[in-house]
């Protein structure tokens, strides 16, 4: 489970960023088998998440319909991420202040965002699911979410 949340998370936002990365600092390599496996998990992530939470089948019926609406904003957060990214990656020969300041905060600003998305979704999620199966979206998502983070401080190296 632990391979398959780790891959899962890399989904998010290597597959934006990667050719953009790897023109500027030649960081990012991920092999056809690596790609494939994403690939196969990204379709797989509302039955991961189906499964960690053991819903019932009224809370899945609940659920479903929210989840997929999370996942559409989250989709997009994760093109804005991969927007930081690539700008970053276009600036990284060549980073001036300015450029780093507006990366900072475009950088920062989709993280409060995400984390305002999530508290949004719980409370949705609060008004048709008990407030224990909740708070389990919510370390999920927040441990996919660490996974991201961590495989993403591996590939991106620090600014110049």
Same mark, same amino acid.
């Given at each position: ?7 899962? %998370?890399? $989904? ?7 050719? /953009?990365?790897? @023109?500027?600092?030649?960081? =990012? ?17 509302? %039955?991961? $998440? ?7 089948? /009224?809370?899945? @019926?609940?659920?479903?319909? =929210? ?94």
């Amino acid at each position: 489970m632990k391979k398959i949340l780790i891959t899962l %998370a890399a $989904v998010a936002t290597l597959g934006a960023t990667q050719g /953009a990365l790897a @023109q500027s600092s030649g960081q =990012i390599s991920m092999s056809d088998q690596e790609q494939l496996l994403i690939a196969q998990i990204q379709g797989d992530k509302r %039955a991961i $998440v189906l499964s960690t939470l053991q819903l019932t089948d /009224a809370e899945v @019926q609940a659920f479903t319909p =929210i989840f997929d609406k999370y996942q559409a904003d989250m989709k997009e957060l994760a093109k804005r991420y991969g927007d930081v990214l690539n700008k970053f990656a276009s600036n990284y020969d060549s980073m001036t202040d300015d450029a780093a300041e507006e990366i900072l905060k475009e950088s920062f600003k989709v993280r409060e965002d995400r984390n305002d998305l999530m508290k949004d979704y719980a409370k949705r999620m609060a008004k048709k699911l008990p407030a224990t199966k909740v708070l389990r979206w919510v370390q999920i998502e927040n441990k996919m979410t660490s996974l991201i983070d961590w495989q993403m401080a591996q590939i991106i190296p620090l600014a110049r």
